[in-house]
């Protein structure tokens, strides 16, 4: 049996699945049916891309990542990294509507980038 927390993500995937078939179909004018019966070599190959990177993922971010995620330069003054992740924590905070893994990839560029 499945994590019902799971049910939610499996669902978008499904729907924006469908939803590239059928926007797929219209613009290249390919009847809806050829474009879904291949559907289910696209979801192997993406399933087996998401399975390559968890594997190749280190889990530990680089400054440059930490910069993205932050929106500031890599060699930022302190200051502009405060406030980026102020301004980001507030926004994406679990208390405020954002979720537990938003907040800690916030939190760790934070702690990358201040010395």
């Known amino acids: 049996m499945q994590d019902p927390k799971n049910w939610n993500t499996d669902w978008i995937k499904a729907g924006g699945l469908l939803g590239f078939a059928i926007l797929t179909a219209r613009m290249s004018r390919t009847p809806l049916a050829t474009i ?5 070599f696209l979801i192997k190959a993406l399933r087996q891309a998401e399975k390559k ?19 500031v330069s890599d060699n930022a003054p302190e ?4 406030d980026a992740h102020r301004r980001l924590i507030t926004k994406y905070h679990p208390d405020a509507g954002g979720s537990d893994y938003l907040a800690a990839k916030i939190n760790q ?7």
Do not use: C, H, N
């Not at 879904?36 to 289910?40: E, K």
């Not at 990177?53 to 993205?68: C, D, F, I, V």
């Open 36 to 40: 879904i019966s291949a559907m289910p």
């Open 53 to 71: 990177q968890a594997q190749t993922s280190s889990g530990t971010m680089t400054r440059e990542e930490a910069a993205l995620i932050l929106g």
């Open 79 to 82: 200051k502009d990294v405060q």
């Open 109 to 115: 560029a934070r702690d990358i980038l201040l010395p």
